[in-house]
């Protein structure tokens, strides 16, 4: 008995015809007098997907056509006709959606009693990998949401909640997601503006968009405010503070307020340079700015450069919402 063969690409056109063909191998009408009846199983299948203009043969030929029939132009409706109303042998309405789902990506279909168990795990994973996100169901999407998801990952889910908060974490500083909660309030906000906050059990939490982590935060550049660092690097400065101690940007800050801050790029390289060398060289070069930093220090008065990447201003509770 032939199996369908694995391998570390994308299942093609003719994989999932193969493993298609095990859901139908035994319907009256399709099975013959040849071998176990899989090459006319297969071959049904590929004629009916020719009626839908999905051909299958070369490698060329599968390539584009997986990717037909894979778009949203090749819907179930279009399939179902020619599978169970295109003349005999036409298949139970029920096994022709087991069939399409094997072909259309959905894992869960296949479970198939007579491909080894190896096989259909191997296949299964393939599936799950190479699907685009907009086929993810909610919750698979909400299970694989981390800091580090693709973009395509949280832009899918940022589509289907119209770009509303709806993500609850149980631990913040930790992102452990409540997805129960989360599946809830983006089913709201498909339809509808969510709250800033929301109440599970007896805690007030805070709803986020899909992108944001209150746990992740950001450095804003000492010399522009609401400019936030990209791995040290300011677009608005057209240099790198990396290398520079927080406390050090801090005292750039102060330096920058009190209008002493270089202008010029060159000013500014040279400002970098000497804040490497740590606060007592900016204090030998801004005195004045030194005492200000130290009764600040005192005061617990220093100014704050750290940004969460969800922090937003809201003045209505019920309006769009901004974000750095």
């Known amino acids: 008995m032939s199996t369908p063969t694995v391998s570390p690409c994308p299942p093609t056109l003719s994989e999932r015809v193969e493993v298609a063909a095990k859901l139908i191998v035994a319907v009256p009408g399709i099975q013959k007098e040849v071998g176990d009846g899989m090459d006319d199983a297969k071959g049904y299948i590929c004629n009916r997907l020719a009626v839908l203009g999905i051909y299958s043969g070369s490698p060329e030929t599968d390539a584009e056509s997986l990717k037909l029939l894979l778009s949203d132009d090749c819907p179930e409706g279009e399939a179902r006709r020619v599978f169970c109303e295109n003349g005999e042998p036409n298949l139970p309405v029920v096994r022709f959606k087991a069939v399409w789902r094997v072909l259309k990506d959905v894992p869960e279909a296949i479970e198939v009693s007579d491909v080894p168990d190896a096989t259909v795990e191997a296949l299964k994973e393939m599936v799950r990998a190479n699907r685009f996100h907009s086929q993810w169901s ?180 019920m309006s769009p919402m901004k974000r750095y």
């Open 138 to 317: 909610d919750r698979e999407l909400l299970a694989a949401y981390t800091p580090d998801a693709p973009a395509e990952l949280v832009e899918a889910l940022n589509r289907r909640a119209n770009g509303r908060a709806f993500i609850i974490f149980v631990d913040e500083k930790e992102n452990v997601l409540d997805i129960e909660a989360s599946l809830r309030l983006l089913r709201e906000a498909r339809r509808r503006e969510t709250p800033v906050h929301f109440k599970v059990a007896d805690c007030l939490k805070r709803l986020y968009r899909a992108g944001e982590f209150p746990s992740l935060v950001h450095l804003e550049c000492p010399f522009h405010s609401g400019v936030l660092l990209m791995d040290g690097y300011c677009d608005e400065c057209g240099h790198s503070w990396e290398g520079v101690s927080y406390e050090v940007m801090q005292f750039a800050r102060m330096v920058r307020d009190a209008g002493e801050a270089p202008k010029s790029s060159p000013g500014v390289r040279q400002f970098i340079h000497h804040a490497m060398g740590g606060l007592q060289t900016l204090r030998r070069d801004y005195p004045k700015v030194g005492v200000s930093y130290e009764e600040a220090e005192v005061d617990c008065q220093l100014p704050s450069l750290r940004r969460r990447q969800s922090e937003r201003r809201v003045s209505d509770p």
